[in-house]
Structures are given as structure tokens and as C-alpha cells.
């Protein structure tokens, strides 16, 4: 018996590990570059609803010289404001994307600039970076769940 032993627990962890799904990181990275994609577009395009739609429930915005932004509602508001904003623009460089191992978790990075008129209506650009937080959900879409980002600038002056 205990010589069958170490031959009966290495024929268990190779059924186990044989059966645990196998995650193909290259379609969940190009799965999350789509869905990063559509939410630069929505940016873009200043269409909150379109941005709305592919953030979690629980998505917490981290904006730079502001209070977190908690849940889709607070989120909405945000982006809307900032998409009224005169003279709103971005633009950004191309994107990192790493994807855990399980397949359920990404993390994308980017620099970016922001146009926003200042007091005068003059233009403002900022250089920033911008790190977001993506979470496959049960249907298999993925969602932001976190969303942080700021300037690559001095702290504005009081």
C-alpha cells in the first residue's frame, strides 16, 4: 500500500490539473483591448452612456485633485461634467495591457494629454498617466472597476 501511494497522489494532481480550465491570456488581452478601445471611443466622442456601459457597478474613479467617485451614478455625473468642460480633448499614447493567469482580472496603462480652456478660454494641455482596473464578469464582458489617473506636471500652484 505504500508503495501505491505516491503513484495514486501523482495520477490525483495530474486529473486535477488536467481539469482545471486552461485561459488563452492572448484572447482575454485582445477581449480587454476591445472593451479599452470602445470606452476611448466613448471618451472620445464625449458619450457618457457608451462609457457608462462598460464600467461596474462597483467602479471607483480616482481623479487627480478631486474626492474618489464611487458607483456608475457618481461616475456619470463626473464624466459628464467633464465632457462639458470648453475646450475638452484627449488624446493618448497606445495602451500596456497585462492579464492575470486566472483570466479574470486586467490592469491596462497609458499617458495621455487633456485639453481644457483655462479662465480666459485659452487652451490648457496636460500631460498625465492613467492606470485602469478591468474585471471579466460571468457573462464573459469585461468592466472597469477602477480608474486612476494624473498629471505628469507640477501641482498647480494656490
Known amino acids: 500500500m505504500k508503495k501505491l501511494f505516491p503513484i495514486v497522489a ?4 495530474l486529473a486535477i490539473s488536467g481539469c482545471a480550465p486552461q485561459v488563452d491570456i492572448d484572447a482575454e488581452r485582445a477581449a480587454v483591448r476591445t ?3 470602445e470606452a476611448w ?3 472620445i466622442a464625449k458619450d ?3 462609457f457608462i456601459a462598460l464600467c461596474a457597478d462597483e467602479d471607483i474613479m480616482f481623479p487627480p485633485n478631486a474626492p474618489m467617485v464611487r458607483g456608475k451614478q457618481a461616475v456619470r455625473e463626473y464624466m459628464s461634467q467633464l465632457f462639458a468642460t470648453p475646450g475638452y480633448s484627449m488624446s493618448r499614447q497606445p495602451p500596456q495591457i497585462e492579464v492575470s493567469g486566472a483570466g479574470d482580472l486586467a490592469y491596462t496603462w497609458d499617458t495621455f494629454e487633456l485639453t481644457v480652456n483655462d479662465a480666459e478660454g485659452n487652451p490648457v494641455t496636460q500631460n498625465a498617466k492613467h492606470v485602469v482596473v478591468w474585471k471579466k464578469e460571468p457573462q464573459g464582458t469585461w468592466k472597469i472597476v477602477a480608474d486612476i489617473w494624473n498629471s505628469d506636471g507640477p501641482p498647480a500652484s494656490e
Open 41 to 43: 471611443n466613448a471618451v
Open 48 to 50: 457618457v452612456d457608451k
Open 35 to 37: 472593451a479599452l478601445g
Open 10 to 13: 501523482t495520477l490525483l494532481v
